[in-house]
Nanobody, 121 residues
Framework: QVQLVESGGGSVQAGGSLRLSCEGS????????IGWFRQAPGKEREGVAT???????GYADSVKGRFQISKDAAKNTLYLQMDSLKPEDTAMYYC???????????????WGQGTQVTVSS
């Protein structure tokens, strides 16, 4: 059974940084794409940053240049380094994965429980 557990959320002031982690278990890294998604109150869930099984890293336009996604395959852990945070980055952040070989990790089917990020102005 695939499980994803996020950590690292919290409250920061605008301009600050946070690093999110997602520890995965029950799957082989090379056969799953994985990424970070977020949902703010009253808004639809959106993709933030993902890594395809070919290593391609995709970012939402709103976070390019500020967020960086990475993973440690040996630890089955995904990271999201978030710098220059803005109040509009406030959301619940989810780690999510999908089985198969994918260039872009869209519509994942396996989700973590989420970690809250709050950015104050």
């Amino acid at each position: 059974q695939v499980q994803l557990v996020e950590s690292g959320g919290g409250s920061v002031q605008a301009g600050g940084s946070l690093r999110l982690s997602c520890e995965g278990s029950g799957y082989t890294d090379s056969t799953f794409c994985i990424g970070w998604f977020r949902q703010a109150p009253g808004k639809e869930r959106e993709g933030v940053a993902t890594i395809g099984t070919d290593g391609y890293k995709g970012y939402a336009d709103s976070v390019k240049g500020r967020f960086q996604i990475s993973k440690d395959a040996a630890k089955n852990t995904l990271y999201l380094q978030m710098d220059s945070l803005k109040p509009e980055d406030t959301a619940m952040y989810y780690c999510a994965a999908k089985s198969g070989r994918w260039h872009r990790c869209l519509s994942p089917s396996i989700w973590g429980q989420g970690t809250q990020v709050t950015v104050s102005s």
